[in-house]
């Protein structure tokens, strides 16, 4: 799918060069192994374990590792290793679903803006001022006490308060393309404003959007883990690596029971690493100058 | 330069406006109505309408957006529900907790990052290199609170060295030096999450940046004179590096209030952030959006010093 989409770039030759300049970068190797494997985990998580998501086994509470739960069991007598993996379903769910979501809205305004210009740029521009002034934390924690806190609800609130750097890259990006050539060739041809933005103008703005989509997948997993962490993100009984990382606040879990949260901070920890590794790839890939 | 502090002022007006817009929004949206609260729960339904006519919880919508307004530039961001006292002043009460705390991590991110970024720039593609970029990644891909917890376990309750949360050894009455040092103890954790998130993202930057300058023409120069290597790297491009620096530590103000939510809140440090938490928690809706706002305020404040401040380092910016 990503590769597809910076195949889509450019010519046969452009198309080698990135492919060879990424599978060059060990880190970003190493980075995109992990991830499908973490992605392929989530996907098969039926078929990875014989236990139910929610199945209790009250014959062994809060047991130890053990070749029966490999993870040990939580104090409901859950599996872990099970709600570890459905959790990934959730975890890395709602970060690319929020992704999706904050490109949709972040390349639309972000292209009118751009394209635009005059006073339609700037009320677009004083919005995106107005949303990066709420820290992300803080606002969201206030919306989640609003609206009440669920899978949608966060994909909703990290994906409205997160759209804010698209905008700018796209708005960037037409600003310096729309005075060019082809632009105005496409324009005497009678195109329309929207056929030009959308198959000439954003085309060319792929390259950093795809860098910037991939860091935000990063990003969401951190603050659904956050969120759902605080008790405001994804509930229970639905697992996601946040809430099982909430056991950790009582101290009798963190001093003595390390299988219940160790393992799923290590899952957040490792995928978004990996995530930013084939980030930092992609962007030397594709364009070793670029700054995001 | 004047030009463009003044049109840079002109532009934060209508940010102001919509961050007021938001919060007021927010105000609307809470359940419930933010007054039952306050009121005696045996007075009649009759004369429950009758005082939320003269509170004005049934105007226009537009009137209660101007009424509510012109109480918040007053300072009147309305009574919190759980300390029954004015939001500011409870605010004003825990700000300082989170200055200091969020003042030492920043310096502390300062201090490890702009000298680890200059060496990882001048090894480009050394060992030292790749160790600390891999380490930086290593502390964008950490959650703060996993990291915190971490460490509590390993140095707090394994160890016993330091203390597990809080900001001073309850019971005890400590004074002068003593009562110092038991808040540098309780401090030390919850500043080192707080800075490595900033500490991380400041050392890329500045890895980027100094690459950048050392490529310069004016490096190339001093080089061809033969000026020893070091003096290029401490004299000539790390004081056109730090200038611009400047404003990405100020820029990282506002990450670093959010950041101090989740970090507050594990070490029950009594700052805003573990403020705005319990507020949330037991839906304190006065108290949240007092803090909300003034964070929002703060926010933009320091994205305009940013700006300012970096017009001021490089006479080249023009207002677009």
Partial sequence: MLFYLICLKGGRELKHTILRRFLKNKLAMIGFIFLTLFVLIAIFAPILTTYARDSIDLMSIESYPSLKHLLGTDELGRDVFTRLLYGGRVSLGVAVSATVLQLFIGVTLGSISGFYGRWIDNVIMRLVDTVMCFPFFVIAITIAAVIGPSVWNIILIIGLLQWTGVARIVRAEILSLKQSEFIEAARAMGLSNFEIIFNHLLPNTLSPVIVNATLSVAHGILMEAGLSFLGLGVKQPQPSWGNILSAAQSMRVLQYEWWLWIPAGLLVFLSVLSINFVGDGLRDALDPKMKI | ?320
């Avoid at chain 2, 490096?219 to 003096?231: D, F, L, P, Q, Y």
């Avoid at chain 2, 590096?241 to 070490?267: D, K």
């Avoid at chain 2, 929002?296 to 970096?310: E, F, P, R």
Wanted: aromatic letters at 10%; charged letters at 15%; proline letters at 4%.
């Fill in chain 2, 1 to 320: 330069m004047k030009k463009y502090v003044f049109k840079r002022l002109i532009q934060t007006i209508p940010v102001l406006i919509g961050i007021s817009i938001i919060v007021f929004l927010l105000v609307k949206l809470q359940p419930g109505d933010p007054f039952s609260s306050m009121m005696d729960p045996n007075l009649s339904q009759e004369m429950k309408g009758k005082m939320l006519e003269q509170l004005g919880y049934n105007d226009p919508i537009l009137v209660q957006y101007f009424k509510w307004l012109l109480r918040a530039l007053q300072g009147d961001l309305g009574y919190s529900i759980q300390f029954k006292q004015s939001v500011l002043s409870v605010i004003g009460s825990r700000f300082g907790n989170t200055v200091i705390l969020s003042l030492c991590s920043m310096i502390i991110s300062i201090l490890i990052a702009i000298p680890c970024g200059v060496i990882s720039a001048t090894r480009q593609r050394t060992k030292t290199d790749y160790i600390v970029t891999i380490f930086a990644f290593m502390g964008l891909s950490i959650p703060s609170f996993f990291f915190g917890m971490l460490l509590i376990k390993v140095f707090s309750v394994d160890l016993g060295w330091l203390p597990i949360s809080g900001m001073v050894t309850t019971g005890v009455t400590l004074s002068g030096w003593a009562f110092a040092f038991d808040i540098a103890k309780h401090m030390l954790l919850p500043m080192i999450v707080l800075a490595l998130m900033n500490t991380a993202s400041l050392m890329r930057y500045t890895r980027s940046d100094m690459i950048e300058i050392l490529r310069t023409d004016y490096i190339r120069t001093a080089r061809s004179k033969g000026v020893r290597r070091r003096s290029i790297i401490y004299q000539h491009a790390l004081k056109n590096e730090l200038l611009p620096l400047i404003t990405v530590v100020t820029m990282q103000i506002p990450s670093l209030l959010s950041g101090a939510l989740l970090t507050e809140t594990i070490f029950v440090w009594p700052g805003i952030g573990r403020l705005n938490y319990n507020a949330v928690m037991s839906r304190d809706y006065p108290l949240i959006m007092g803090i909300v706002m003034m964070v929002a305020v703060i926010s933009l404040v320091t994205n305009l010093l940013a700006d300012i401040l970096y017009a001021v380092v490089d006479k080249r910016v023009k207002f677009d």
